[in-house]
């Protein structure tokens, strides 16, 4: 049996919604999807309305969505070496700071120029300047979270993911601020780029399976 999509994503919210807007939301969609109101897809209306009524029922209570937004793959990851409270100002870091990239010679390019190219596995050890970011984007997750909290989170994270784009904590971290921030399509397109070279990660897993699109269903 296929795991039910995220709760957030059904009701076309975002994790940081108001219970009253949850409850707006809710007599649109339910509008929406009324069997009454799609008799040419009657089947599917029903499904919709018995998915919507089970996240509404879960999201309207306060113990139940607590026990939901907590669970162990709405956690942000945080590396061992990495902590919140050693943060060094992203500002120090600049691309003027970074050693420059020292040019092939005529040799290098002639036996590159021959080789059989290999797919190598992406770049997961982070920069010095990749751990910055990281601990920059766990500083601000770790305060109460609103929009510009996650946003500026997801510029740091964002940051890390591309310095070291095999680093499952850094691409999770930025799968879960758009999560987070309601790009879910955004969010799914991370968790998807770790499966890629890691198909193991039961966190991971999990959020591809909520996130999947209504058409994989």
């Not at 707006?24 to 018995?50: C, F, G, I």
């Not at 309207?60 to 907590?70: A, C, M």
């Not at 120029?113 to 766990?138: D, H, N, W, Y």
Request: aromatic fraction near 10%; hydrophobic fraction near 35%; charged fraction near 35%.
């Amino acid at each position: 049996m296929a795991e039910p999509r995220d709760y957030y994503l059904l009701m076309e919210l975002t994790p940081l919604v108001k219970e009253a807007d949850i409850r707006k939301q809710y007599k649109v969609l339910a509008k929406k999807y009324h069997p009454d109101l799609n008799r040419d897809r009657k089947a599917w209306a029903e499904t919709k309305m018995k998915e919507l009524t089970e996240a509404y029922d879960v999201l309207t209570d306060r113990e139940k969505r607590k026990t939901y937004d907590t669970q162990p793959h709405f956690q942000f990851r945080q590396p061992k070496g990495i902590h919140k409270s050693s943060v060094a100002d992203p500002s120090e870091f600049s691309v003027k700071q970074m050693p420059k990239e020292k040019k092939p010679g005529f040799w290098e390019k002639f036996i590159k120029l021959i080789t059989v190219p290999q797919e190598e596995p992406p770049k997961a050890e982070l920069s010095k300047e990749g751990m910055s970011r990281m601990s920059m984007g766990l500083t601000f997750v770790g305060k109460v979270l609103d929009e510009g909290t996650l946003e500026m989170a997801r510029i740091e994270f964002d940051a890390a993911a591309k310095d070291a784009p095999g680093n499952k904590d850094a691409v999770y971290n930025l799968g879960l601020v758009m999560y987070k921030l309601g790009r879910f399509e955004e969010a799914l397109l991370s968790f998807r780029q770790i499966q890629r070279f890691d198909q193991k990660d039961p966190n991971v897993n999990k959020m591809c399976e909520i996130l999947r699109p209504e058409a994989e269903q």
